[in-house]
C-alpha cells in the first residue's frame, strides 16, 4: 500500500515571501513519481512540479522547487516570492504501482 | 497540449436515478483514464482505472455495480452513477495518461453531482 502524509492542514504566507509545504510518503515501490498539484476554487487540478524518484537533482520549476530526501522518504515544496494567484489546496502525490496516491492537502493563504 | 474535459461539469439528480459523467481526451489517445472521487474538503480518492476495450478495475470498497466505467474508445471514458443516493453526491474527477509507460496524469475540471 501506499499513502501519503501532509501534516500542515493550512498555511500561510505573506506576499513575496517564501513558504515550504511538508510531504512525507511510503510506498514499496522501487520506482515511483511524486508531485505536487495544485487545486485552486474552480477545483481543477494543475500539476505544479514533478519528480522521478530516480534521479538525485531536486527538480525545480520557476518559483517553485522540492527538497527531496529519499531515503527519509521526503518530499517537500518551496514556494519562493508567493503571489496572490499561488493562494490554493496543495496536494503532495505519488505514483506507483499504477496507482496516484494523494495526501490530504495543505491550504495555502497568501497574505497581501 | 494534453487537455481533458468532463461532461457535464454540474449535474442535479433525483435519488434512484442514474447519471452518466464523459471524460474526454481532446488531443491525445488515452489507453488508460482514472476516476477519482473527491468529498468537500478532503483530498482525491481512487475509484477506478479503466484501460480502453477492457473491463475496469475498481479500488477496494467502490461498488462496481453501481459505479459502471466504460472506456469504449481511446478518448472516451464514461462514469454512470446507478441509483443514485444523496450520499453519492460529489466531486467526481477523471484523468488521463497517454500510455501505459507513462507516469503523468492529465485531470479532467470535474462534475459536481448533487443527488436530491
Known amino acids: 500500500a501506499q499513502t501519503v502524509t501532509q501534516s500542515q492542514p493550512e498555511m500561510s504566507v505573506q506576499e513575496a515571501e517564501t513558504v515550504t509545504l511538508s510531504c512525507t510518503y511510503d510506498?514499496?515501490?522501487?520506482?515511483?513519481?511524486l508531485f505536487w498539484y495544485k487545486q485552486p476554487p474552480s477545483r481543477q487540478m494543475i500539476l505544479v512540479i514533478r519528480?522521478?524518484?530516480?534521479?538525485?537533482q531536486n527538480a525545480t520549476e520557476n518559483r517553485f522547487s522540492v527538497n527531496f530526501q529519499k531515503a527519509a522518504k521526503s518530499f517537500s515544496l518551496k514556494i519562493s516570492d508567493s503571489q496572490l494567484g499561488d493562494a490554493a489546496m496543495y496536494f503532495c502525490?505519488?505514483?506507483?504501482?499504477?496507482?496516484?496516491?494523494f495526501g490530504t492537502g495543505t491550504r495555502l493563504t497568501i497574505i497581501p | 497540449g494534453a487537455v481533458v474535459s468532463q461532461h457535464p461539469s454540474r449535474v442535479i439528480c433525483k435519488s434512484g436515478t442514474s447519471v452518466k459523467i464523459e471524460c474526454r481526451s481532446l488531443?491525445?489517445?488515452?489507453?488508460?483514464m482514472f476516476w477519482y472521487r473527491q468529498f468537500p474538503k478532503q483530498s482525491l480518492m481512487l475509484m477506478a482505472t479503466?484501460?480502453?476495450?477492457?473491463?475496469?478495475?475498481?479500488e477496494q470498497g467502490v461498488e462496481k455495480d453501481k459505479f459502471l466505467i466504460n472506456h469504449a474508445s481511446l478518448t472516451l471514458s464514461t462514469l454512470t452513477v446507478t441509483s443514485a443516493h444523496p450520499e453519492d453526491s460529489s466531486f467526481y474527477i477523471c484523468?488521463?495518461?497517454?500510455?501505459?509507460?507513462?507516469?503523468?496524469?492529465?485531470f479532467g475540471p470535474g462534475t459536481r453531482l448533487t443527488v436530491t
Open positions: 488531443d491525445f489517445q488515452a489507453t488508460t
Open positions: 502525490a505519488c505514483f506507483g504501482n499504477e496507482k496516484l496516491t
Open positions: 510506498t514499496s515501490e522501487s520506482d515511483y513519481y
Open positions: 519528480q522521478e524518484a530516480y534521479k538525485q
Open positions: 484523468s488521463a495518461r497517454v500510455d501505459r509507460t507513462a507516469y503523468e496524469q492529465y
Open positions: 479503466s484501460n480502453e476495450g477492457s473491463k475496469a478495475t475498481y
